[in-house]
C-alpha cells in the first residue's frame, strides 16, 4: 500500500498555511496550542484566525478589522 506524504506550503496570511493532502488543497491554522478543523478555502482558515485572535482579547492579523 502506497503512502502519500503530506506537504505544507505557506499563506500570504498569518497562521494559515496550506495543506496537499491526497492531491487536495485543504487550508488550516498554524497556532501553537490550536488545532482547528480544515477550511476548504485560504480566506475562511484567515477569517477564523482573526476570530480566534479577537476571542483571546488581542487584534486581528488577517482580514477583520476592530471597531
Do not use: H
Not at 49 to 58: E, R
Amino acid at each position: 500500500m502506497e503512502t502519500i506524504a503530506r506537504k505544507y506550503y505557506p499563506s500570504k496570511y498569518k497562521y494559515v498555511q496550506n495543506l496537499k493532502k491526497d492531491g487536495k488543497d485543504v487550508w488550516c491554522i498554524n497556532m501553537k496550542g490550536i488545532s482547528k478543523a480544515k477550511f476548504d478555502t485560504e480566506r475562511q482558515a484567515a477569517i477564523a484566525v482573526d476570530k480566534l485572535l479577537i476571542g483571546k482579547g488581542k487584534e486581528p492579523v488577517n482580514i477583520l478589522v476592530r471597531k
